[in-house]
């Protein structure tokens, strides 16, 4: 099993910056991908961001530009550098560990952007 402790969500107005962090514990491997989903309410969970042990970054669409992914290998821990930040992104973040095709996710933290 994988643990998964996320942390830095909060409130922010429209323009602003926020960093998550998300510390993974437990049956950790050498090879895996790291990476964060969001859920809107009465929307479907979407990619963000995820980069692999190797560190090829994937983001999607509407975060190009301006959130940037990055991990620590040593720390296990993943970071998420979220700038320019508008309303539409507010959202709960979910942190999510892959290895050899299992996943496992993080409870989220809840990131909410003011107008």
């Known amino acids: 099993q994988v643990q998964l402790v996320e942390s830095g969500g909060g409130l922010v107005q429209a323009g602003g910056s926020l960093r998550l962090s998300c510390a993974a514990s437990g049956s950790i491997g050498s090879i895996s991908t790291m990476g964060w989903f969001r859920q809107a309410p009465d929307k479907e969970r979407e990619l963000v961001a995820t980069?692999?042990?190797?560190?090829?970054?994937n983001y999607g669409d509407s975060v190009k530009g301006r959130f940037t992914i990055s991990r620590d290998n040593a720390k296990n821990t993943v970071y998420l550098q979220m700038d320019s930040l508008k309303p539409e992104d507010t959202a709960v973040y979910y942190c999510r560990y892959g290895m050899f095709f299992r996943y496992y996710w993080g409870q989220g933290t809840q990131v909410t952007v003011s107008s």
């Open positions: 980069i692999t042990s190797g560190g090829t970054t």
